[in-house]
């Protein structure tokens, strides 16, 4: 293969093979996959400036039958600290969100065996009919699959009452690696890699935007991880006409401390500097038809967020008010909104507040967050 001519490939916005960027991961060097992966980025992203967000990650329940070997969050059913979340605890972190300036909840949980269609569909009116003006960017694929399960539906079906019901986009949690021999050693609870895929096309179908993520440095292979981006560039391809579909793409690490993956499969968080870096270019230079790429500075840190700025990124991410699955496995980092503006400012960039649609907003009057947890 030429290194040239994959960059003008590239620069095309032409679709890459897997071969051809497993070659570029293994044989470019950094400056030029940066330098490719930006000009894609100026294409794509033609202001200029980073984006950020202000929300909260809340989480519905930490009951799951999951079994992912990276968590340390769940609890088994049973568990005396398995919890549902009730609505007072809601409204309380929904008003102090507004208080900070935010408008949208996060909202993610576990496998509940007990929660179906119906409890989530009443959760999201109640919440709707208290808080009009509140963003519900919330479940995740897995999540999805399972209410299907348990309430005994189609994916269509539980997505269109979902959305009915107040649910605004869907993140991308659980994907991790989307091959079901990763799947099988490190979530073997959850949906398959294609149940995955199915869902988010579905979603798309139905009207919801979506953002699609990847777990890496754990038990994958390079050539997995390639196969991953092309699954995702493929339900991509497949999106209605006018519809967004994903608006962003997230790869983070894999965050080790405590868990189990690391202490059965002996899997480590080695993923150096240099290699995540290459990741984000790699992203965007694999991922031509998805605008967004999002640095994840909460488990890289700022500096390396920084960095990738200036190799395709052009998303800084939220500044959660309130995180607990991924920093229940090690994962330090946290920002405040004037934090995270001066990271993106020292990057020489204009940072951009925007909503979950990847719409600009206004600063709004706020109280500076003070990170209590």
């Known amino acids: 293969m030429n290194l040239s001519q994959l960059y003008k490939k590239a620069l095309d916005l032409e679709f890459l093979s897997v071969e051809e960027g497993m070659y570029l991961f293994e044989h470019a060097p950094l400056t030029e996959l940066a330098f490719v992966a930006n000009e894609i980025r100026k294409k794509q992203v033609p202001h200029g400036k980073v984006?950020?967000?202000i929300d909260r990650n809340m989480n519905t329940t930490n009951v799951c039958t999951a079994n992912c070997k990276f968590c340390n969050f769940y609890r088994i059913p049973g568990h005396a600290e398995g919890y549902i979340?009730?609505?007072?605890?809601y409204k309380q972190k929904i008003e102090e969100t507004f208080k900070?300036?935010?408008?949208?909840?996060?909202?993610?949980g576990g496998h509940h065996p007990d929660l179906g269609l119906d409890y989530y569909?009443?959760?999201?009116k109640e919440l709707k009919s208290l808080y009009p003006n509140l963003k519900l960017h919330t479940l995740g694929p897995p999540e999805v699959a399972h209410i299907c399960k348990v309430s005994g539906i189609s994916h269509k079906e539980a997505l269109i009452a979902l959305k009915e019901a107040g649910m605004d986009s869907m993140p991308g949690p659980g994907a991790e690696i989307l091959d079901d021999r990763v799947r099988r050693l490190i979530s073997k609870g959850k949906c398959s890699a294609q149940e995955w895929l199915d869902v988010m096309e579905v979603a798309h179908q139905v009207g919801l935007t979506t953002t699609a993520t990847m777990m890496f440095g754990h038990i994958e292979t390079i050539r997995e991880r390639f196969e991953h981006l092309e699954k995702i560039r493929a339900v991509q391809a497949k999106k209605p006409e006018g519809a967004k579909g994903f608006v962003a793409f997230i790869p983070w690490t894999f965050q080790d401390v405590d868990t189990l993956l690391k202490k059965i499969r002996r899997a480590k968080n080695d993923t150096t500097a240099e290699e995540y870096i290459r990741m984000i270019a790699l992203s965007r230079i694999m991922l031509p038809n998805i605008k967004?790429?999002?640095?994840?500075?909460?488990t890289v840190g700022k500096k390396v967020g920084q960095l990738c700025l200036h190799a395709g990124a052009n998303?800084?991410?939220s500044i959660m008010i309130e995180e607990n699955v991924v920093s229940a496995a090690g994962a330090p980092h946290r920002f405040t909104a004037k934090g995270i503006q001066q990271a993106i400012q020292e990057a020489g960039f204009e940072p951009q507040l925007r909503n979950q649609q990847y719409e600009f907003r206004a600063m709004p009057q706020m109280e500076e967050q003070v990170i209590t947890y």
């Open 51 to 53: 984006t950020w967000i």
């Open 85 to 89: 979340t009730n609505i007072e605890i």
């Open 100 to 108: 900070y300036g935010g408008e949208q909840l996060l909202l993610q």
């Open 121 to 124: 569909v009443g959760l999201f």
């Open 292 to 298: 967004n790429i999002q640095a994840s500075w909460l």
């Open 315 to 317: 998303d800084f991410g």
